[in-house]
């Protein structure tokens, strides 16, 4: 049995006029009742009593009706199902991100995407970046928004999605912390707080690369990988550190904000999809990020 075969017979079972469902259907009469008679034979059972005047529903036909109906009441609705998924407007999306996106982009975009597309479910996951490449890899992510400094990420597309400059963050009673902007070369050997190697290389051979360019002497004090860790070691006076200039809208007692003098590189964080796989749902989301300068 064919769902083709349950739609010929709600047609006959809400006409009762094989001419009428016939037409209903676009096709001619004879087809249709060749089609009811093999749904007949298939299941055994009679569905409709035919007589020169009318058609009505036996017993088995009242039986199968209640069943084909809901059959494709469901099927109706899975197709609806489909088309909205196939849009982008329903379905569920994992989305993995580190903190600077929240900061930089990814809550006003949430809140664009969750008006456009209210029916989707997304499960947010914050991540390293590196654990997102792996989550990606494994098929665990639909996008992940990561720290990009040029590293390669075999087996996904990247797109950066944000750029913006860095700012130091100081402890209040630093010596620098007098100055309304703060020349790079002005670090040399200065104990920093900086993005841990193991987690994020790329990261932080670029800024090693930026500041040796700067004939700046690295003296790391300690690694910090979360801008919350990083604010509260700054605190603590043990030392400056570069972060995102959103990071601005965090005050934090003992912290100053200044602006940086010098050539470090743009925070760039990039969209990571799974080179491929097709989701309307994230082409939504991602649309919703404004380009960057």
Known sequence: MELRDCVCFAA????????RAAARLHMAQPPLSQRIRALEEELGARLFVRTSRK?????????????AAALLEQAAKAGETARRVAAGLAG????????PAMDAFLS???????????AVELRLVEMTTRDQEQALAGGRLDVGFVRFAGQDIPGATVAVVSREPYLLALPAGHRLARLKRVPLAALDATPLVMPPRAELPALRAAMEA???KAGVRLATAQEAASKFT?????????GPAFLPASVRVWKRAGVVYRDID?????VELAALRPEGRENAAVDRLLATIPKPA
């Open 12 to 19: 006959v079972a809400e006409e009762l006029h094989f001419g």
């Open 210 to 212: 930026a500041l040796a």
């Open 92 to 99: 569920r999306v994992t989305v993995g991100f580190v903190n």
């Open 230 to 238: 990083t604010l509260s070691l700054v605190a603590a006076g043990l």
């Open 262 to 266: 010098g050539g470090l590189p743009l």
């Open 108 to 118: 006003d975009a949430l809140a664009r995407f969750r008006r456009i597309a209210p």
């Open 55 to 67: 058609v009505a529903l036996t017993p088995a036909g009242e039986a199968f009706w209640r069943e």
